[in-house]
């Protein structure tokens, strides 16, 4: 099955998240692996969150992917969003970019080279929850010592010449204000509205964002410049030096109130914050707490920065595979969002996210991937297939010749 059938079919079988169900796609992977002869099982968690795993993992080179989706609502889309249609070198559809392209790149990686006759190097991972915690996904597996620290690929889509090394911390908070309620007609002379309390709040953390961070490293510092060039072509737009070197915030829901002419008694907030290098997340969290007296902060999901250095032997040959496919130097880069690859670098495994895809269209409407980077990812992933198979080589495994 050519690469952009595969990922039309992934594309076709929904797993969004919320609510995370991933047992229609994993059974079809399931399915796959082992018609190729891939020996794999299923690690199951409740509401149907089901990851695929090598079994038994070997620990030299990991392939990896997430099968869940964001949700995709019909109106706007120009074409079914879980239709995986395929038009003008595009594979459209929900998922498409982020990030079953990548996951289809794997399998068809996989496929050719079991194909022709060689012993695969390499152990695959596709998990759910991605995109939200992780808890049932990859946290699980590694919880289950399902995989093996080592070199990790992660097919999460990235420009063509620009491996991602590195990415912004996270913090997700969820705030309960308390508030003194009082008659409506009377504030603010009587009373303390949560609602109003929430909005100071915010208004702290908005000035937080005008504070510039220094890695505190050169190398890093100069990674960071490099990368908000390239990140700054790929997303049309300027400014993306400050995304990478502030805080970056998001006040997701908000909700809080009883009624209008009641001083707000209790609000509630959900803030999303990307942090920077140099940030120190026990100081900064601390601070938020101060400037919230009548607020309760509880942390939901917490991760520092986390880099994978540009000299580990993965990044070199990564970069030299890329550069044998397209042609073109290529230059690592860092990121301002978060993934999966933070969990998996705490225990262990050097990390670099390679993949297909189209960066405008991740979460949005009419979401594709082209096919041609589907294609180029293949090569580049059969290219480190090659190396990786070398190196058991020469270690005294099984020769892929």
């Given at each position: 099955?050519?690469?952009?059938?595969?990922?039309?079919?992934?594309?076709?079988?929904?797993?969004?998240?919320?609510?995370?169900?991933?047992?229609?796609?994993?059974?079809?992977?399931?399915?796959?692996?082992?018609?190729?002869?891939?020996?794999?099982?299923?690690?199951?968690?409740?509401?149907?969150?089901?990851?695929?795993?090598?079994?038994?993992?070997?620990?030299?080179?990991?392939?990896?992917?997430?099968?869940?989706?964001?949700?995709?609502?019909?109106?706007?889309?120009?074409?079914?969003?879980?239709?995986?249609?395929?038009?003008?070198?595009?594979?459209?559809?929900?998922?498409?970019?982020?990030?079953?392209?990548?996951?289809?790149?794997?399998?068809?990686?996989?496929?050719?080279?079991?194909?022709?006759?060689?012993?695969?190097?390499?152990?695959?991972?596709?998990?759910?929850?991605?995109?939200?915690?992780?808890?049932?996904?990859?946290?699980?597996?590694?919880?289950?010592?399902?995989?093996?620290?080592?070199?990790?690929?992660?097919?999460?889509?990235?420009?063509?010449?620009?491996?991602?090394?590195?990415?912004?911390?996270?913090?997700?908070?969820?705030?309960?204000?308390?508030?003194?309620?009082?008659?409506?007609?009377?504030?603010?002379?009587?009373?303390?509205?949560?609602?109003?309390?929430?909005?100071?709040?915010?208004?702290?953390?908005?000035?937080?964002?005008?504070?510039?961070?220094?890695?505190?490293?050169?190398?890093?510092?100069?990674?960071?410049?490099?990368?908000?060039?390239?990140?700054?072509?790929?997303?049309?737009?300027?400014?993306?030096?400050?995304?990478?070197?502030?805080?970056?915030?998001?006040?997701?829901?908000?909700?809080?109130?009883?009624?209008?002419?009641?001083?707000?008694?209790?609000?509630?907030?959900?803030?999303?914050?990307?942090?920077?290098?140099?940030?120190?997340?026990?100081?900064?969290?601390?601070?938020?707490?101060?400037?919230?007296?009548?607020?309760?902060?509880?942390?939901?999901?917490?991760?520092?920065?986390?880099?994978?250095?540009?000299?580990?032997?993965?990044?070199?040959?990564?970069?030299?595979?890329?550069?044998?496919?397209?042609?073109?130097?290529?230059?690592?880069?860092?990121?301002?969002?978060?993934?999966?690859?933070?969990?998996?670098?705490?225990?262990?495994f050097p990390v670099v996210e390679y993949g297909p895809g189209e960066i405008r269209t991740l979460h949005?409407?009419?979401?594709?991937?082209?096919?041609?980077?589907?294609?180029?990812?293949?090569?580049?992933?059969?290219?480190?297939?090659?190396?990786?198979?070398?190196?058991?080589?020469?270690?005294?495994?099984?020769?892929?010749?």
């Amino acid at each position: 099955m050519h690469v952009a059938d595969l990922c039309s079919a992934l594309v076709k079988i929904q797993s969004e998240n919320p609510p995370g169900d991933t047992r229609d796609v994993i059974e079809f992977l399931r399915e796959y692996t082992t018609s190729i002869g891939l020996a794999t099982k299923v690690i199951r968690r409740s509401g149907g969150r089901h990851n695929l795993v090598s079994a038994p993992p070997r620990g030299r080179l990991l392939f990896c992917g997430h099968v869940d989706c964001v949700p995709a609502l019909p109106q706007g889309w120009s074409v079914d969003p879980y239709g995986g249609i395929i038009r003008d070198g595009k594979v459209f559809g929900r998922g498409s970019t982020d990030m079953k392209g990548g996951c289809a790149a794997i399998l068809a990686a996989c496929t050719e080279w079991v194909d022709a006759g060689q012993d695969l190097p390499a152990d695959i991972a596709f998990v759910c929850d991605e995109e939200t915690s992780g808890t049932y996904g990859v946290k699980t597996i590694l919880a289950k010592r399902a995989i093996k620290p080592c070199d990790c690929i992660i097919a999460e889509p990235t420009p063509p010449l620009s491996p991602n090394v590195g990415q912004k911390g996270i913090m997700r908070l969820c705030c309960t204000f308390h508030g003194e309620p009082g008659h409506g007609s009377l504030y603010p002379r009587k009373g303390v509205s949560a609602i109003m309390e929430a909005f100071a709040f915010l208004e702290y953390v908005r000035d937080l964002h005008g504070v510039t961070f220094d890695p505190g490293d050169p190398q890093l510092e100069r990674a960071i410049r490099e990368s908000s060039v390239v990140l700054g072509d790929f997303l049309g737009m300027e400014d993306t030096l400050d995304v990478l070197t502030r805080i970056m915030y998001n006040p997701g829901t908000i909700e809080g109130g009883e009624k209008a002419n009641i001083v707000a008694q209790q609000c509630r907030l959900e803030l999303d914050l990307r942090i920077p290098w140099g940030c120190e997340l026990s100081n900064l969290l601390e601070d938020l707490k101060a400037h919230a007296p009548r607020g309760e902060i509880a942390v939901t999901n917490m991760s520092a920065p986390s880099i994978t250095p540009t000299r580990a032997p993965l990044v070199q040959k990564l970069l030299q595979e890329i550069e044998n496919v397209h042609g073109r130097k290529a230059h690592p880069i860092v990121q301002w969002a978060a993934s999966d690859a933070r969990y998996l670098r705490q225990a262990g495994f050097p990390v670099v996210e390679y993949g297909p895809g189209e960066i405008r269209t991740l979460h949005a409407i009419d979401e594709y991937v082209t096919v041609e980077s589907l294609e180029n990812a293949v090569k580049v992933y059969r290219g480190m297939l090659a190396r990786y198979a070398e190196v058991s080589q020469e270690q005294g495994g099984k020769s892929p010749h």
